[in-house]
């Protein structure tokens, strides 16, 4: 069983800054990659940044990069989103996505429950 946590959302003023944390626990054999995806109302859920762990190449949506950064801390399954300058369109849904490899080399995915910005402006 592999729980994936989220924190660090809420509401700030356009321009301003907000920290992502996502931490993945449980029966964990190796974690391939962690990114954050979000979904806004009445929108498809998009991909907004990747950490793939055992490369460490990162990859960004157009809209947020040189406004996001994200970065990992290995040794706690942990991977931040870092968000700066941030703009009243990326209010939506914030969700941590892991994916993990079993014991027996299969890997899965597995989400966390979501946490909400909203940015004003």
């Known amino acids: 069983q592999v729980q994936v946590v989220e924190s660090g959302g809420g509401l700030v003023q356009a321009g301003g800054s907000l920290r992502l944390s996502c931490a993945a626990s449980?029966?964990?054999?190796?974690?391939?990659?962690m990114g954050w995806y979000r979904q806004a109302p009445g929108k498809q859920r998009e991909l907004v940044a990747l950490?793939?762990?055992?490369?460490?190449?990162?990859s960004y949506a157009d809209s947020v990069k040189g406004r996001f950064t994200i970065s990992r801390d290995n040794a706690k399954n942990t991977v931040y989103l870092q968000m700066n300058s941030l703009k009243p369109e990326d209010t939506a849904v914030y969700y941590c996505?892991?994916?993990?490899?079993?014991?027996?080399?299969?890997?899965?995915?597995?989400w966390g429950q979501g946490t909400q910005v909203t940015v004003s402006s």
């Open positions: 996505n892991t994916n993990i490899r079993d014991d027996l080399g299969y890997d899965y995915d597995y």
């Open positions: 950490a793939l762990i055992t490369t460490s190449r990162t």
């Open positions: 449980g029966s964990i054999f190796r974690i391939n990659a």
